[in-house]
């Protein structure tokens, strides 16, 4: 007996299924997306995006993961068995890519991304800006952290050790519980911050710093009073403050201030102005041209009582006693008698000795007082001159 001719698929027919096939499977395994570049896909294996951005001074740094939980797939509970065995220590062998041991991928999915807008340095090493592939090799008591040229790739399979840009380092911390795998800004300083991966009962952190960042604010500040911010005679003034509130290029600082002075169309000669560059020719050591600087701020027009007393007291906090006094008493012959001009008038004839005169101006400037904690103050300054103390050393 013969057997019926059996009806079989052509061969572009099988391949269409076994195409349909593996698709359904890789759906089914959660690995669709990876095989679909450019669609809009749910997450591989249901780890979600995640990102952090800190600002450290004038750098960006941003980190980009798929963010892996403890509990398993299919439900079980993993605590007590990633460390060292979802993630191994040391270097293994993925089982796919080029074939070499690889490092954690530090996260899950395609590469950990890290991002850095500005050169800084990684637990004291220098990494130039950029975009890196984020690994970790994990261990027990040191784990190392290796920034991969190669930003683009799918997990660590086809890490290549040739490409790394720097390794640090660093020790893993024992930490508080948390089921999703996520970055966290730590400490923060002004020029520094304690990145960290925290997951499961562990958390491994790594400092970024900025070593320049003066030099960073700096050559922006310059960019951008090349453009409209440099149109108006209080971005030079701040620029010239940037400078020396921070002590770095005082020269520069100068120069932004003369401009906030005398540039056309923008500059403007003003108590504010004219302070400013005083104050900057005070820190390169120029006394003779400060003093000139202060003494026209202190009389130009737009200069108030207040502002020319405070600017004395400041004097006075840095040990410019004699042209504290100078200005106090400018100060008087300008504005008269009354506040704060009698407060001034105490504090010169105090420094300068005088007690009795200087208790006569605190009691007339107690009766002025605007508010109880100026009469209370004024209150302590009487009874220190009464006792022939100087109440600037202590008041």
């Known amino acids: 007996m013969l057997l019926p001719e059996l009806s079989l698929p052509s061969p572009s027919a099988r ?32 780890n979600q995006k995640g990102s952090i951005l800190q600002q450290i001074g004038p750098v960006e740094v ?44 530090a996260g899950a999915n395609e590469n950990t991304v890290f ?18 592939g984020l690994h970790m090799i994990a261990d027990e008591k040191e784990w190392t952290i290796i920034f991969s040229k190669n930003a683009s790739s799918w997990g ?45 009962e562990l958390r491994v952190p790594f400092e970024v710093s900025v070593p320049e960042a003066n030099d960073i604010y700096l050559t922006q500040i310059r960019e951008d009073l090349r453009g409209s911010a440099g149109f108006t005679w209080q971005n030079w003034n701040a620029a010239a403050q ?47 041209e400060a003093k000139v600087a202060l003494d026209k701020a202190a009389r130009h027009p737009t200069a108030g009582p ?11 906090g840095q040990g410019m006693t004699a042209l504290a006094v100078e200005l106090f008493l400018l100060n008087a012959e300008r504005f008269g008698e009354g506040w704060p001009m009698n407060v001034g008038l105490a504090r010169a004839h105090s420094a300068q000795g005088d007690f009795k005169k200087a208790l006569k101006y605190a009691r007339a400037a107690h009766e002025d007082a605007p508010d109880p904690l100026n009469k209370g103050n004024l ?15 202590t008041n």
Do not use: M
Not at 125 to 130: D, E, F
């Open 62 to 105: 941003r980190i980009d993961y798929s963010s892996p939980d403890v509990t398993g797939p299919g439900g079980q509970d993993r605590r007590g068995q990633i460390w060292g065995q979802l993630v191994p220590y040391g270097l293994t062998n993925l089982g796919f890519g080029n074939g070499n041991p690889g490092p954690w991928r």
């Open 242 to 288: 940037f400078c020396l509130t921070t002590g770095h290029e005082l020269e520069q600082g100068l120069a932004f201030a003369e401009s906030a002075i005398s540039a056309p169309f923008v500059g403007q000669e003003n108590f504010t102005t004219l302070q400013t560059k005083a104050a900057l020719l005070n820190a390169l050591s120029r006394p003779a």
């Open 156 to 200: 660590s399979f086809f890490y290549d050790p040739a490409e790394d840009a720097l390794r640090v380092t660093v020790r893993p911390e024992k930490a508080e519980y948390r089921e999703w795998l996520t970055y966290d800004a730590l400490d923060r300083q002004p020029t520094s911050a304690k990145l960290a991966l925290h997951w499961e």
């Open 306 to 316: 207040q502002q020319v007393h405070t600017l004395a007291r400041t004097l006075q």
């Open 379 to 393: 209150e302590k300054v009487i009874e220190i001159l009464e006792s022939g103390r100087d109440f600037n050393a």
């Open 15 to 46: 391949l269409k299924t076994l195409a349909a096939s593996t698709l359904l499977a890789a759906a089914a395994t959660g690995t669709l997306q990876a095989q679909s570049p450019g669609l809009t896909l749910p997450p591989s294996g249901g």
């Open 115 to 132: 991002t850095v807008s500005h050169d800084v340095e990684v637990e004291g090493k220098p990494l130039a800006a950029g975009t890196y």
